[in-house]
């Protein structure tokens, strides 16, 4: 079973940027498809990014196209996302998860392994 841990959250204000990291101990992430969620209060987890680790394929919701980019490091064993022109409606905790699989999904449920949350407010 794979560990996340998530770093790098914080209050910015619209317009600015954030990184957020997410590091896996216990296996590495070779084989498997990883990606970000965010929560707000009162709604449901959503799909942000992911990417197929193997690959480097990588996927977005439309909400984030051309602001977000995720990546990964593979010596490192972690995976990133860097945000940029965030609004106030990118205030959310963002979660990253892990899919014991290389084919890449937007389902919260098809995720096996999550980190604890990181929480990202954007001030307008």
């Known amino acids: 079973q794979v560990q996340l841990v998530e770093s790098g959250g914080g209050l910015v204000q619209a317009g600015g940027s954030l990184r957020l990291s997410c590091a896996a101990s216990?296996?590495?992430?070779?084989?498997?498809?990883v990606g970000w969620f965010r929560q707000a209060p009162g709604k449901e987890r959503e799909f942000v990014a992911s990417i197929t680790w193997n690959t480097g394929i990588t996927y977005y919701a439309d909400f984030v196209k051309g602001r977000f980019t995720i990546s990964r490091d593979n010596a490192k064993n972690t995976m990133y996302l860097e945000m940029n022109s965030l609004k106030p409606e990118d205030t959310a905790v963002y979660y990253c998860?892990?899919?014991?699989?290389?084919?890449?999904?937007?389902?919260?449920?098809?995720?096996?392994?999550w980190g604890q949350g990181t929480q990202v407010t954007v001030s307008s």
């Open positions: 998860a892990s899919r014991r699989s290389p084919i890449p999904s937007q389902r919260p449920p098809d995720f096996g392994s």
């Open positions: 216990g296996r590495t992430f070779s084989n498997y498809a």
